[in-house]
């Protein structure tokens, strides 16, 4: 330990552009995505960050994500980092949400179409009369997602979700002081496919 402590203090404090320069490195690396609800950024105390490996979890010992089912049925997603997008989206599954998660670097977006949308929120489809006559703010894709102010939370109303649709998230790192990401979300048709979310410049 005392070993530890002493090659510790040999490691000489990280600067901000030495943290911003490994945190883009990072995201390269890692193929890292990120994307419209913004949430503020968790500030995260990092010591020699360009010489260490990110964990699983951030500097504070907090979970990159965490999913939680409401007593009330909903679904509250916490988004910590921007990290590890198959697992986010195997544990939606396992509270009965078919997802599809993409994470996004900043200014960049998911080449589209990738899927085929519900309604016309997406883009893939015209709107009909009905949808004109009912009002955007009742297609499900806008109702699915409810941002939750406090935290860097989702909440998911699963009612919205019909049998075997895909809830598309798509979470865009911001790099901005006081927003972590931001968010696209829409539900893709019931049996249709949604396609790997393939990174292009926003």
């Known amino acids: 330990m005392d070993a530890l402590k002493a090659m510790w203090e040999t490691?000489?404090?990280a600067t901000p552009d030495d943290l911003a320069?490994?945190?883009r490195r990072l995201i390269e690396e890692?193929?890292?995505r990120?994307?419209?609800i913004t949430v503020p950024r968790l500030l995260v105390a990092a010591a020699a960050a360009a010489a260490v490996v990110i964990p699983l979890t951030n500097g504070l010992g907090t979970p990159a994500?965490?999913?939680?089912?409401?007593?009330?049925g909903t679904i509250t997603v916490t988004v910590n980092e921007l990290r590890d997008p198959a697992g986010l989206a195997a544990e939606l599954r396992s509270v009965g949400i078919k997802a599809d998660v993409s994470f996004l670097a900043p200014h960049?977006?998911?080449?589209g179409p990738r899927f085929a949308g519900v309604d016309p929120s997406y883009g893939t489809r015209p709107h009909t009369e009905a949808e004109l006559k009912w009002g955007a703010e009742h297609w499900r894709s806008l109702?699915?997602?409810?941002?939750i102010p406090a935290g860097h939370r989702i909440g998911i109303h699963p009612e919205y979700i019909r049998p075997d649709e895909?809830?598309?998230l798509e979470i865009r790192d911001d790099q901005n002081p006081k927003v972590l990401w931001t968010l696209g979300a829409w539900l893709a048709e019931a049996g249709t496919p949604v396609k790997p979310c393939t990174p292009v410049r926003d």
């Open 108 to 111: 960049t977006r998911c080449a």
């Open 166 to 168: 895909t809830l598309v």
């Open 65 to 72: 994500y965490a999913v939680t089912r409401n007593p009330d």
């Open 11 to 13: 490691v000489p404090p």
């Open 34 to 36: 990120r994307r419209l």
């Open 143 to 147: 109702q699915v997602i409810k941002a």
């Open 30 to 32: 890692m193929g890292g």
């Open 21 to 23: 320069r490994a945190r």
